[in-house]
């Protein structure tokens, strides 16, 4: 398993945009990377992959963030990033950084290992 650490969450108006980021503590080069997120009262729910090397850095999204939400990586910098813009009320939510070792590029929480202890994004009306 890797450490993760998000930043970049915040309080942002409807319309905004926000960037997230992810830093891994080693190298994760060859893993699926993704975002995950939980508004309060709900279960935690994907939100956007990549896969690693093997995979060609294939990208899935959910339907709801589609061209609104984009993700990328730094390998040498071991980090995601999750640019979010157009950002409604409805994408308030602790938004996680996931890692898969295994490089499935699964859209289910139980597709990954890792976890990052999550960021706020409040997106006000």
């Known amino acids: 398993q890797v450490q993760l650490v998000e930043s970049g969450g915040g309080l942002v108006q409807a319309g905004g945009s926000l960037r997230l980021s992810c830093v891994a503590s080693?190298?994760?080069?060859?893993?699926?990377m993704a975002w995950f997120r939980q508004a309060p009262g709900k279960e935690r729910e994907f939100v956007i992959t990549?896969?690693?090397?093997?995979?060609?850095?294939?990208?899935r999204y959910t339907d709801s963030v589609k061209g609104r939400f984009t993700i990328s990586r730094d390998n040498a910098k071991n980090t995601v990033y999750l640019q979010m813009n157009s950002l409604k009320p409805e994408d308030t939510a602790v938004y996680y950084c996931?890692?898969?070792?295994?490089?499935?590029?699964?859209?289910?929480?139980?597709?990954?290992?890792?976890w990052g202890q999550g960021t706020q994004v409040t997106v006000s009306s």
């Open positions: 080693g190298r994760t080069l060859a893993y699926t």
């Open positions: 990549i896969r690693g090397r093997g995979g060609l850095y294939d990208v």
């Open positions: 996931a890692a898969d070792r295994a490089d499935r590029g699964r859209v289910e929480r139980s597709g990954y290992d890792s």
